[in-house]
Structures are given as structure tokens and as C-alpha cells.
């Protein structure tokens, strides 16, 4: 079996396809497990995300304030987040971090609300899926700080280099590897793929964006975290079976879905 570990099935990403059509085509594919991520500006796709876990057994939710919509938090809006936060589907707080190539929010107001999402993941006792871009240095520091290794969790759609990645690392994350890691020219991201251990890597697709090769350019979808797991699997010179139980086992393993996976 394989997981897609992170991807985005709101109305605002699927732009018009329903996300029962989408999910089925990613179990003809081969993937039996879906972990929706709801961020944005409104509670809109966070609702979304808990409501299509509710509906289906093969899929759970992450919820949390991006740091592109930094900017917009009230007082109303983190309140509706925390109590989406509490639902028994809802694995982890996220995708939360620092995203220093766009500053869509500034940068003071993104730190700010990492600090308080990982607050967050500390009263609820759930890891944290992290987005980090062009932030190295301050997103080290915050989770240093914050002491995020009692919580744990992921880098999503990891992009940094080997030496990032041993620092992800010994702080106590994991790796997830999205569609980047299947471009020719992505060698610093094909480096991490081989160096990370086995028990501490995840696939995912970020969908909608990021599709791999052969479907980089497209709208990418669930379905396409096989072509991202087979490139990891040359990268490491393993079988691709050996890389869907790794990834799947991690993924019970960092969210506590043991019983979830079992049942797919």
C-alpha cells in the first residue's frame, strides 16, 4: 500500500473536479490512504479537510494557519482552527512554518503564528507539518526554541539539502519527498533521498501542485505519488515495494495511525 502523506482536496485546489472521483482514481493507482490538508485565510478548507475525513475511512486531516495567510489571523479565525484542531480525525497541526521566497505575510507575523501552532500541537499532543522556504536558519531556531521535538512531525515537500536535513533530523522530524525529487536537475533533493534512513521518510504529492515527471506542468492529483515513490526507490536502489511499506509505516508511526492503515 502507499500513502499520499500530504495533499489538498478543498473546492479552492480541485478547481471544479469532485475529490471522490480524485480519491478513487489514486486507489486505482495503488494508494489506499490520504492525509488533506486544510490551510487558508477562512476555516473554509480546514472545514473541508475534517469533513471529508469524517466521510471517508481513507482519509484523515491537518489543519492549521499557512504562513502565506499569516496576515490574517483574528481571534475568531485561530479559535475555529483550534477547534477543528481537536477533531478525533485531525493527525497534526499544520502545514505551519515560514515561507521567506514570497512573504505573502510578513515576516514577524509568520513567526509569530508558527510559535502558536506549535503552542497549539503542545496542548493537543500532535505533531506539526512544517512548510519552510528560503526560512532555514529561523525555522531551525523557532523549533529549537519552542521546544518542537516533544511534539515532532514532518518537513513537507522537502527541498533543502542533506545538511538541513541531518538538522530536521537530529531535532527528531521527518522527510517527506514530494514530486521535486523526480526532476532531472533536482540533485541536491536526489542526495537527501538516498541519505535519509529508512524509518524516517515520507511521499507525498503536495497536490495540486508539483507534479512529477511525466506529469510535471500539469494539475497534479493523489494518483501521481506512485511516480514520486518509484524515482525514490531507483534513487535508493531498492524495490518500490520496499519503499511503500517504509513510507507507510512511517506514516503510522509519526501520526499514530496504526489501526487507520490496518483498516485500508
Known sequence: MLVD????????NLKGQEPDAVLER??????????????????AAARHAVSLAERRADVVAIVGLHPHEASAFQPELWDELTRLS???RMVAVGEIGLDYHYDFSPREAQREVFRRSIGLAHELGKPIAIHTREAADDTLAILQEERARDVGGVFHCFSEDVAFARKALDLGFDISLSGIVTFPKAETLHEVARFVPSDRYLVETDSPY???VPFRGKRCEPAYVVHTARRIAE???VPF???????TENVARRFGLKDWLAAQ
Open 5 to 12: 502523506s500530504h495533499c489538498h482536496l478543498d473546492p479552492g
Open 26 to 43: 489514486a486507489r486505482a493507482a495503488g494508494v489506499t490512504g490520504f492525509i488533506a490538508i486544510g490551510v487558508g485565510g477562512d476555516p
Open 86 to 88: 481537536r477533531h478525533a
Open 210 to 212: 508539483l507534479a512529477p
Open 235 to 237: 534513487l535508493r536502489g
Open 241 to 247: 515495494d520496499q519503499v511503500a511499506a517504509e513510507t
